[in-house]
């Protein structure tokens, strides 16, 4: 069964930078989907971006040029670099492999956006 740990997250200004992580328990195979999701208190979640099984990268349109996903698949991480940080970006971030659906979820990290 695959794990996922997510770590990163914390307080930021508003404009300011973070970095979340996502460690997987083991190799993430380029057929498994990879992706960031959030979700804030009494909302459901969303998607923020994912790596496909094809390759193809997407963001959702509310943090398009301003968060990256990358992956470093020799230390099985999934990265999502925050810029340009927004109080509407404060939520709860998880990643996720192998879709919303049928695939896994890690605990999720907090990230709070807030002078």
């Known amino acids: 069964q695959v794990q996922l740990v997510e770590s990163g997250g914390g307080l930021v200004q508003p404009g300011g930078s973070l970095r979340l992580s996502c460690v997987a328990s083991?190799?993430?195979?380029?057929?498994?989907?990879v992706g960031w999701y959030r979700q804030a208190p009494g909302k459901q979640r969303e998607l923020v971006g994912a790596?496909?099984?094809?390759?193809?990268?997407t963001y959702a349109d509310s943090v398009k040029g301003r968060f990256t996903v990358s992956r470093d698949n020799a230390k099985n991480t999934v990265y999502l670099q925050m810029n340009s940080a927004t109080p509407e970006d404060t939520a709860v971030y998880y990643c996720?492999?192998?879709?919303?659906?049928?695939?896994?979820w890690g605990q999720g990290t907090q990230v709070t956006v807030s002078s």
């Open positions: 996720n492999v192998g879709g919303p659906r049928l695939g896994y």
């Open positions: 083991g190799r993430i195979f380029s057929t498994y989907a």
């Open positions: 790596i496909t099984s094809g390759g193809t990268i």
